[in-house]
Every structure is written in structure tokens, then in C-alpha cells.
């Protein structure tokens, strides 16, 4: 699964720190799950997408 995390977090000029301490996660979390390590539970989707003022739809794209 692809996701945009990391240009909207730039985007919007968040740090890797800054978005982990909002939601709750580890710096580490946030590296693995924008270099596509790492694919987050719902809920952590649902709340990078409510923190990036996007939709989850439009934040992870599905892979085939």
C-alpha cells in the first residue's frame, strides 16, 4: 500500500516529530509507515488523515 503522508506533512510543515507527538506514535512510526514499512492500524489512519486535513481514501493508495 502507497501513501502521500510524507508530501502533505511537508506540505502542511510538520516534522516527523511534530505528527508523531500528535498522534501519539513514535518518530520511528511515522519513518516506517511513509516509507510504506509499515501499514497502519484504522485508527491511526483515520487520525493521520484527520491531522493532514485529508481523507483516508485519498492518503493510502492500494497496491495491485
Request: no cysteine; hydrophobic share 35%; proline share 0%.
Given at each position: 500500500m502507497k501513501n502521500s503522508i510524507k508530501?502533505?506533512?511537508?506540505?502542511?510543515?510538520?516534522?516527523q516529530e511534530d505528527l508523531?507527538?500528535?498522534l501519539g506514535v513514535s518518530?520511528?512510526?511515522i519513518i516506517a509507515?511513509?516509507?510504506n514499512k509499515y501499514n497502519p492500524t484504522?485508527?491511526?489512519a483515520?487520525?493521520?488523515a484527520r491531522?493532514?486535513?485529508?481523507?483516508v481514501d485519498q492518503?493510502?493508495?492500494?497496491?495491485e
Open positions: 508530501e502533505l506533512r511537508k506540505e502542511k510543515g510538520y516534522r508523531a507527538t500528535a518518530r520511528q512510526t509507515i511513509e516509507n484504522l485508527e491511526l483515520m487520525k493521520l491531522h493532514l486535513e485529508t481523507t492518503l493510502f493508495t492500494l497496491e
